[in-house]
């Protein structure tokens, strides 16, 4: 690898520790600490900034920021500039978002890690470019063709767009899949104050690099050093591996085998096992107020904010109501959602769309109890009286 | 290090064991244009661990599989944008494309043109065929006017795309264009290509006698191949008869396709230009510093 | 406590930096949150646009006001669609050279921000002069960490004169205070 991180000159970089910034602007500070070394992006609003800061920084700490001609483009660089030995990432908003889908299943596909955040802004179409949204939680996990699973999370504060950027990095690398941080306009374009976390504090997982001897190396099957790990030891270019890599269904030596059924499956099926296996230590959420309530706003991203509110009023009139916020959205805490739906009445689920998370609450409580939608669409998040009206007859 | 005289031995150093046999048909041209850049790279001599390949969709695409080096086989058209993350993730790779005229002048036609425009240093080798061969014979961007597709069945009423001009009008720092029936100059010309510090695109024309031979009636294999022979033309000759010849001869030319080196200039790549921009903002923050203390 | 601020005008005079010099003094250089939203219109200049601040010494939940602490506007277009939002007790600050008809029958304080930046040589802050009035009329938050918050945000080359600019504001703020008394 060309570019190493230097945290040193990261930090001297980023200036101090304390800062007020855009929540744009923390996911290139998040993408700087975990070591981003690539940046292949396109402006769209509102994701620019992220691009922006890019350019700004990236040159500072040794890495390279291309502007590439269009999205497409952007997340084929980022996973080009993976392959090459660099931690690379992409910005990007709904329509560019679109654009990437078939980029990021070949991501998913020849298990590269990057990292795509996703600014959602309202949709179909252009919509409303400078609004926020929530209209993209479904494209994460089911927008690509074919199966796969989506390593998703979504900040709802400054602070969290820096530590999920951080994150998604270490899922990233971890899993060898792609992984998005699904913030919205309303978080990209907030300013909060942040500290930026001092390297000790910093968690950083790397990919498991190949050390094998070259004749025994197998690019595409289980961890040829750890055991019971579906993720591939990763043989970056130039490495001397000689590495095959294609998105065309292959064989565990990565060469093309595309009419062979159990070939496919085994990939396949190992492709997404190496992270369903791991569901359950997957689980980040935030947990307010639930032992005893017998109403929950399960939520994620901006949304969680106007429902804290909700909570904080309905609390004062001693309504008993708690709030669950996923941070990281897939893989789906199934297990946690059976739990709560076990141990209240009533689950509304608020998103800045109009119901996508509310499935897979639905698919794992409805049989336990009541789960309601709480949509809002057209670039406004909820106001908490507006959440306060679900709480009601109860 | 061994001294390699045959292709024999060529293939035993560069073709990756455990691909074969290759997907291409009897007759087909990609193999020729493998062979002259194994020679190209034999010649010289670079370390294969440092030399990393990027391919799209199609059957050119499939080349790298072939080879015993890294190689990313990515999406239809997609390959430029990849190589163009490769190199920048290390610019002491050598990036080499292997991409198709459908490949890389329809669905990936914006990626070529800004990789071109930025002068990243990679090198293009587009094998044109003037047909989507892989899947069956539909109409290409550089299929000719009034050829046969599957997708054109009364012939083709689009302009072809003449792709060696656009990379020339791009401002790519190294263009041409070869057949596949002599070997040294385009072998020459690879090496050339390769050393070239910015963009180079060599385009090859090679028969697809299954998918487009056949459909436009040029005969067996061996008619197909003497029909790029007939129809293409040295620059240099080009530019001698169509300035001296008699307008006989210049109308015997005229539609001709020209081979040759159409352009080989030195401007500054991408990745130069980025590390100058590196260098800069260091001076700049070196001095800021010194007139702190 | 929570205290939602709103700065309003047109598009190029800096109304985002306001918001956001305020929103840094409390929540970097003093101890409260805070967070700063914005909205203009898609031109990059001329449109109407709008910084909002809340300031709270608890964890803000939702991030956009539900009423106005303090309005302060820099266009009279901007004036006009906002003034809306004002409540009995909301305390108003405008440049009554930009925002000419300002009387809504509430006491509006009246700070020539455009004319004191011009006399320091440099219209352009006249935002500045608004923070400073801001400052002193609000009384939220420490001089010194406004201050401190206007050195961190705007240019070196500038900083003399946003901090005389900001000095500026801040008696123009105690004499609109006591014009009103």
Redesign the interface.
């Known amino acids: 690898m060309k570019c190493k991180r230097d945290p040193k000159r990261i930090r001297e970089v980023l200036g101090k520790k304390v800062q007020f910034i855009l929540g744009d602007m923390a996911c290139v500070y998040g993408g700087l600490l975990a070591g981003v070394s690539f940046f292949g992006g396109y402006p769209i609003t509102p994701a620019s900034e992220v691009a922006e800061g890019m350019a700004r920084m990236l040159p500072r700490v040794g890495g390279t920021y291309i502007q590439m001609e269009d999205e497409i483009g952007s997340i084929a660089a980022v996973i080009g500039a993976t392959w090459g030995g660099a931690k690379s990432m992409t910005a990007t908003s709904g329509p560019g978002f679109s654009l990437m889908m078939e980029n990021y299943g070949f991501a998913v596909m020849t298990e590269t890690p990057c990292v795509i955040v996703n600014v959602q802004r309202t949709g179909p179409s252009t919509g409303q470019p400078t609004l926020g949204a929530q209209g993209d939680m479904m494209q994460v996990r089911w927008g690509t063709h074919g199966d796969f699973e989506a390593l998703a999370l979504a900040p709802s504060t400054v602070q969290e767009c820096i530590d999920f950027t951080v994150e998604a990095f270490n899922l990233s690398e971890k899993y060898r899949n792609p992984a998005c941080v699904m913030t919205d306009g309303e978080v990209g374009h907030l300013r909060e104050r942040i500290i930026i976390p001092d390297e000790k504090d910093l968690k950083l997982i790397n990919r498991v690099t190949a050390t094998i001897d070259k004749k025994k190396y197998i690019p595409f099957t289980n961890s040829q050093t750890r055991k019971n790990c579906k993720v591939p030891d990763f043989a970056t270019f130039g490495t001397g591996y000689r590495t095959y890599v294609t998105g065309l269904t292959h064989n565990e030596k990565g060469f093309p085998a595309t009419d062979k059924q159990p070939d496919h499956e085994r990939l396949v099926k190992r492709i997404t096992e190496k992270i369903t296996d791991d569901a359950d230590k997957l689980v980040m959420v935030e947990k307010i107020n639930l032992d005893d309530a017998d109403i929950a706003f399960v939520t994620y991203g901006a949304t969680a904010r106007p429902a804290e509110s909700a909570m904080e009023i309905a609390r004062k009139e001693g309504k008993k109501v708690g709030l669950l916020r996923l941070k990281l959205v897939w893989p789906f805490p199934d297990k946690l959602i059976t739990k709560l739906a076990k141990d209240v009445d009533k689950i509304i689920v608020p998103e800045m769309n109009l119901g996508q998370i509310v499935h897979p609450v639905k698919e794992v409580a409805c049989k336990h109890c009541e789960v309601i939608s709480a949509p809002k669409i057209g670039g406004e998040m909820h106001l908490p009286m507006e959440l306060h009206k679900y709480l009601e007859g109860k | 290090m061994v001294e390699i005289k045959t292709a024999d031995e060529l293939n035993k150093k560069f073709l ?1 064991e ?2 074969w046999p290759t997907i291409f048909c009897n007759g087909c041209g990609h193999g020729v244009v493998l062979e002259y850049t194994f020679w190209a790279l034999e010649e010289l001599g670079w370390d ?3 030399v ?1 390949f ?1 391919s799209g969709i199609g059957c050119s695409s499939r080349l ?2 072939y080879i ?8 239809h058209g ?1 390959a430029i ?13 050598n990036v080499i494309v292997f991409t198709g005229d459908g490949d890389c002048s329809g669905i990936g036609g ?2 070529f ?2 990789a071109a425009r ?1 002068n990243i240093d990679i090198t293009v080798i587009m094998i044109n065929n003037f047909i989507y061969g892989m899947t069956g014979g539909q109409l290409a961007p550089t299929a000719p006017l009034g050829s046969i597709a599957t997708t054109a069945p009364y012939g083709n009423i689009e302009h072809p795309f003449d792709i060696s001009n656009l990379a020339c009008a791009l401002g790519a720092n190294y263009v041409a264009r070869w057949g596949v029936s002599h070997p040294y100059q385009p072998i020459k010309s690879l090496k050339e290509g390769l050393q070239k510090k910015g963009f180079s695109l060599l385009e090859f024309l090679a028969p697809c006698p299954t998918a487009y031979g056949r459909r436009n009636k040029l005969g067996d294999i061996k008619k197909h191949w003497a029909w790029y022979d007939n129809n293409t033309i040295l620059k240099e000759d080009y530019e001698k008869i169509m300035k001296y010849g008699t307008e006989e001869e210049k109308a015997q030319v005229k539609d001709k396709i020209q081979l040759g080196v159409f352009q080989d200039i030195q401007k500054s790549g ?1 990745f130069e230009s ?1 590390e100058k ?2 260098n800069r ?1 260091k001076e700049k ?1 070196t001095k800021a510093k010194g007139a702190k203390k | 406590m929570k205290k939602e601020i709103r700065i309003c005008g047109f598009g190029g005079q800096g109304v985002i930096l306001s918001g956001f010099i305020i929103g840094k003094a409390a929540s970097v250089f003093m101890d409260y949150n805070a967070v700063q939203s914005q909205s203009y219109g898609p031109e990059a200049r001329g449109g109407a646009a709008r910084s909002e601040i809340i300031i709270s010494d608890e964890k803000i939940g939702y991030p956009r006001p539900t009423g106005v602490d303090i309005l302060l506007a820099m266009s009279q277009e901007s004036f006009d669609t906002y003034r809306k939002d004002v409540r009995k007790d909301t305390i108003i600050v405008v440049d009554p050279d930009l925002v000419k008809k300002h009387d809504i029958g509430q006491p509006v304080h009246k700070v020539h921000a455009q004319q004191i930046a011009e006399s320091l040589g440099n219209k352009i802050v006249t935002n500045i002069v608004m923070v400073g009035a801001f400052t002193s009329i609000f009384g939220l938050l420490k001089t010194e960490a406004v201050k401190e918050s206007v050195i961190d945000s705007v240019p070196k080359k500038f900083t003399d004169l946003n901090i005389k600019a900001f000095e500026k504001g801040l008696e123009a703020g105690k004499n609109a205070v006591k014009e009103l008394q």
């Open positions: 990756r455990g691909m294969m661990d440092n990393i990027a790298p599989g015993n080096a890294d190689g990313l086989h990515t999406t997609r944008a990849f190589a163009t993350g490769i190199k920048a993730a290390n610019p002491d790779f914006n990626h043109i800004h930025r991408f980025y921009l590196v903002l923050e």
